[in-house]
């Protein structure tokens, strides 16, 4: 089992940048993918960004090249760069991690783009 701790959210203008961290409660070499997802009011939970142990990252469509996902083993973190933040952007992002057959959640952290 493992719990996940998400901060860095809040608000921002459009363009602007904020990063979202994650921390886990065990070592995160022991967890086999760690991702972020997010989910906009009245829309379902999707997945923004997922890194697997060797390091492949993946990338939903809508952020690619905006977005970058970063896994610290010392500390245990996953961290989501985010960058020309659009107002689509708004929702509460959540940190997951797959463990076995087994999915964990974090609280989320709400993201707002506005100007």
């Known amino acids: 089992q493992v719990q996940l701790v998400e901060s860095g959210g809040g608000l921002v203008q459009p363009g602007g940048s904020l990063t979202l961290s994650c921390v886990a409660s065990?070592?995160?070499?022991?967890?086999?993918?760690m991702a972020w997802y997010r989910q906009a009011p009245g829309k379902q939970r999707e997945l923004v960004a997922d890194?697997?142990?060797?390091?492949?990252?993946t990338y939903a469509d809508s952020v690619k090249g905006r977005f970058a996902i970063f896994r610290d083993y010392e500390k245990n973190t996953v961290q989501l760069q985010m960058n020309s933040l659009k107002p689509e952007d708004t929702a509460v992002y959540y940190c997951?991690?797959?463990?076995?057959?087994?999915?964990?959640w974090g609280q989320g952290t709400q993201v707002t783009v506005s100007s």
């Open positions: 065990r070592s995160s070499s022991s967890i086999a993918a």
């Open positions: 997951n991690a797959h463990i076995g057959i087994w999915d964990y």
């Open positions: 890194i697997r142990g060797t390091g492949t990252a």
